[in-house]
């Protein structure tokens, strides 16, 4: 029987179309994406998501953007595939008869358009998970189960939900810890929450599994930068660069490590190349905060105001541009906007202690020591979030201010919760023993309490002078003045050593 050469050139085409499904849909990653429902509905949800696509797969991550260092994770490398469609009438079989060509090509066009059809593809990533939509659990039974721990993770980060995302990585990293996606979406998340000891392991190991994974390496320049090691965050950002030339969060670690060097020549280099960034890419948030830090590095303050403006419009409540604007106000000698922008900042992130601490400084020096004093308060009532140089500041200006107003008692009373709350915090134990100095009943103890600050750092140089000043005070005169001497040998240029220079000649003289 002869065969229809037509019918057998259809039917090398639907084989064709059948296994080959991207190929024959005609549709580039980018429209692939659009029509899988499963990735459509992540890439509408969060604009942080990005595509690329590399032969006939793509990369889908999520870099940080709204961060002012961009982390990226990793939903993972998907291939689009077409899904058949359930209760679907079967191809009509070939015949030979007479209307064998039409019939074919009516089975063949049909099974044609249920591949093509663009709100009908799958995407199944490199272990083999086949995406479902967000909120529901995949429809296969031997799904990697690591795999969708990874993006339920991603999922509740698009959600907000910082600590159960990084919950759901680190699951996936105890069924696979080899497994160089994991490490690298838990490090940028512990990297995000602060915990940078944490993150940098994680990447590193993303990295020693896969010493060309782009997000990862741009993720520890990052994190090198949060640290502040800028020449090694360069180092990566290079590095990074050479894999990807256009990878924008690279770019953006090279010209801030650049900025961190400190040096006038590396700060004029960094905002070329930050003004050349915004360029090419006007309206973008990161370009434009890293513009604003550049100015402010070379204390073109009005220049990094204006920029600082323009952010605004984009992000209205962002703390830290809010933060930046406040500061240009009052490096141009304007306290009131100062004031103005960090109150802004008090309300658009309440449980931040930095506006609360930014804001009481500029009310202390508008002369408004009662208002700056419940923001010093409510900066200390945000302890857990406190670095140690905020809550040292902070501590510091409320004593000063309860002190001026005669409220000594009050800051016996919080020198006292502090030291005993922070036992092992050197400049804590030295609040006290400087509150208890000035109570001429606890001179004593005051003594005691600088003895414990010294054994707790002896870097502390302020100790030995005001040690060796009570002591003398007290009647251990020879003791005080051992303590003198080594202020004036460890500290000859501090502004107290000449007084010191005057005390030790004077009672030497009757030893």
């Not at 990074?240 to 010209?255: C, G, N």
């Not at 600050?453 to 060796?468: C, E, I, P, R």
Request: aromatic share 6%; hydrophobic share 40%; charged share 30%.
């Amino acid at each position: 029987m002869p065969i229809n050469k037509t019918i057998c050139a259809s039917a090398l085409s639907l084989v064709f179309l059948l296994t080959n499904q991207f190929c024959a849909l005609a549709l580039t990653q980018e429209e692939a994406a659009d029509a899988c429902q499963a990735v459509k509905a992540r890439m509408s949800k969060d604009h942080r998501y990005n595509l690329s696509p590399e032969g006939d797969r793509t990369h889908i991550y999520m870099i940080m953007a709204d961060q002012k260092l961009p982390y990226s994770l990793t939903l993972g490398w998907v291939q689009f595939r077409a899904k058949a469609k359930k209760n679907e009438s079967p191809a009509v079989d070939v015949k030979t008869k007479t209307d064998d060509k039409s019939q074919f090509e009516q089975a063949f066009k049909k099974q044609a358009d249920l591949l093509v059809t663009k709100d009908d593809l799958s995407a199944t990533d490199e272990a083999g998970l086949v995406l479902p939509l967000p909120g529901m659990k995949p429809l296969q039974k031997d799904y990697n189960e690591a795999d969708y721990h990874n993006l339920q993770g991603c999922d509740m980060l698009s959600d907000g939900r910082v600590n159960d995302a990084l919950k759901e990585f680190q699951t996936a990293i105890k069924i696979d810890s080899t497994n160089a996606k994991y490490q690298n979406n838990c490090g940028a998340l512990l990297a995000l929450k602060g915990e940078y000891g944490q993150g940098v392991k994680c990447i590193d190991l993303a990295i020693s599994k896969d010493s060309k994974y782009l997000q990862a390496i741009t993720n520890r320049a990052l994190l090198h930068l949060a640290i502040g090691q800028p020449d090694m965050a360069l180092k990566d950002a290079k590095y990074a660069l050479t894999l990807d030339p256009k990878y924008f969060p690279a770019k953006i670690a090279q010209v801030r490590a650049t900025l961190e060097k400190g040096d006038m020549a590396s700060i004029d280099a960094a905002l070329l190349e930050a003004a050349k960034l915004k360029e090419n890419n006007p309206g973008d948030w990161q370009s434009l905060l890293l513009v604003a830090d550049c100015y402010f590095a070379a204390k073109q303050y009005k220049e990094a105001k204006e920029v600082c403006r323009r952010i605004q419009q984009l992000s209205a409540n962002n703390i830290d541009n809010l933060l930046k604007l406040a500061m240009c106000f009052e490096k141009m000698g304007d306290l009131d906007n100062a004031i103005k922008e960090a109150r802004k900042g008090t309300v658009a992130a309440p449980d931040d202690p930095r506006p609360h601490l930014i804001l009481g400084r500029y009310l202390l020096a508008n002369r408004d020591d009662k208002s700056a004093a419940l923001q010093f308060e409510r900066t200390l009532d945000l302890e857990r979030f406190c670095t140690p140089a905020i809550k040292l500041e902070a501590m510091n200006a409320w004593l000063k201010i309860l002190l001026k107003e005669n409220k000594s008692d009050r800051a016996e009373e919080l020198a006292y919760k502090w030291a005993k709350a922070n036992e092992k915090d050197a400049k804590c134990q030295y609040n006290l023993a400087w509150i208890l100095s000035m109570n001429a009943q606890k001179k004593k103890e005051a003594i005691e309490a600088y003895q414990k600050t010294l054994k707790l750092d002896s870097a502390l140089t302020a100790v030995h002078y005001n040690l060796g000043l009570l002591m003398i005070e007290l009647g251990d005169v020879r003791n005080g003045l051992a303590q003198l001497r080594t202020f004036v040998k460890i500290a000859p240029k501090d502004s107290d050593a000449s007084h010191a220079k005057e005390l030790i000649e004077k009672y030497s003289k009757n030893l």
